[in-house]
């Protein structure tokens, strides 16, 4: 059964980073494409970042600059290095297997003072 653990979310203040990882099992990680998402309460999941299986990565014009996705493919584990954070960042993250219909648990970042 394919899962994903999202973890490394917290509370930071404006201007700080984070790094989020999300853990992948029970399917061939380095075969498939991962994306970030992300969520606040009341309104549509929105896409963060995404990275190919070759680790080509491509972000939402509000994190690109600030947000890195990275890959470690022997760990099968995805990364979001999070730097400049503002409080428009806060939201539930999720990892995401580009295609599959399931989703993890998430974790909450919330950026404040």
């Known amino acids: 059964q394919a899962q994903l653990e999202e973890s490394g979310g917290d509370l930071v203040q404006p201007g700080g980073s984070l790094r989020l990882s999300c853990r992948a099992s029970?399917?061939?990680?380095?075969?498939?494409?991962m994306s970030w998402y992300r969520q606040v309460q009341g309104k549509e999941r929105e896409w963060v970042a995404s990275?190919?299986?070759?680790?080509?990565?491509a972000y939402s014009d509000s994190v690109k600059g600030r947000f890195t996705i990275s890959r470690d493919n022997e760990k099968a584990t995805l990364y979001l290095q999070m730097n400049k954070l503002n409080p428009e960042d806060s939201a539930v993250y999720y990892c995401?297997?580009?295609?599959?219909?399931?989703w993890g648990q998430g974790t909450q970042v919330t950026v404040s003072s």
């Open positions: 990275i190919d299986r070759d680790g080509i990565a």
């Open positions: 029970g399917f061939v990680f380095s075969f498939v494409a």
């Open positions: 995401h297997q580009v295609g599959a219909a399931y």
